[in-house]
């Protein structure tokens, strides 16, 4: 069961361009969306995160845009540059009998071509 | 200030056996949560620890198993190993355990089972 649907698997974009990876959710229990940026041979790192109050947050190149209604969010790099290249990775979290249970996406593989 | 470690860094293991991994989240912080990744998909949850108890626990079967010490560092241990369960082995660390805490994720340790 795929509970945080994310899209595309794999992506190519120029350098300057804007790279855009998709994600849908079905558990409307969710409140807290991070996410998550990893190199080859290391753990995820935090990008950056949205609560459902808000439908945009943006951090220099980086903006989540979030819709509630449609159970849907996106990240968006702009001027997207070669050192983006790596794999990103959507996430939903929801308080779960006082802990916090993360539920990943598949992941996206992003590689910027000079 | 490091941040989380894990140990070891690969494990080649044969069907059958144990394995024991080993993560010492960052100073101060209380929580620790183990994921399992495995190669193209994102990270599952496994466990919650916080404060030495277990807070939460994905969908994996009873032959994992895990436990927090009073320095907060934590255990993961799998029995009876399956070829399905070579993977990355992922831990992360947050101050809390709470909503919307920032999870440190370590480099991961890659399990090979044979």
């Known amino acids: 069961q795929q509970q945080v649907k994310q899209s595309p698997q794999s992506l190519i974009v120029q350098k300057g361009g804007i790279s855009i990876i998709n994600c849908a959710y079905e558990?409307?229990?969710?409140?807290?969306f991070p996410w998550y940026q990893q190199f080859p041979g290391k753990g995820p790192a935090l990008l950056i995160a949205?609560?459902?109050?808000?439908s945009e947050k943006k951090e220099g190149r980086f903006t989540i845009s979030f819709n509630k209604s449609a159970k849907q969010f996106s990240l968006h790099i702009m001027d997207s540059q070669p050192g983006d290249s790596a794999t990103y990775f959507c996430?939903?979290?929801?308080?779960?009998?006082?802990?916090?249970?993360?539920?990943f996406g598949i992941g996206t593989k992003l590689q910027v071509i000079p | 200030d490091a941040g989380v470690t894990q140990s070891p860094t690969h494990l080649i293991k044969t069907r059958g056996q144990h394995v024991t991994l080993r993560c010492s989240p960052i100073?101060?912080?209380?929580?620790v949560s183990w994921y399992q990744q495995v190669l193209g998909q994102g990270p599952q949850f496994i466990f919650q620890?916080?404060?030495?108890?277990?807070?939460g626990r994905g969908n994996f079967p009873d032959r994992f198993s895990a436990r927090q010490f009073p320095n907060y560092s934590s255990e993961l241990n799998v029995n009876a190993l399956l070829l399905g369960d070579s993977a990355l082995y992922l831990c992360?660390?947050?101050?809390?355990?709470?909503?919307?805490?920032?999870?440190?994720f370590g480099p991961g340790t890659r399990l090979l089972v044979l």
């Open positions: 992360a660390s947050s101050k809390e355990k709470g909503w919307g805490e920032t999870q440190y």
């Open positions: 558990n409307t229990a969710f409140d807290y």
């Open positions: 949205i609560r459902p109050d808000v």
């Open positions: 996430a939903a979290s929801r308080e779960a009998g006082g802990y916090q249970k993360v539920t």
């Open positions: 100073s101060g912080h209380k929580s």
């Open positions: 620890y916080y404060e030495k108890e277990e807070r």
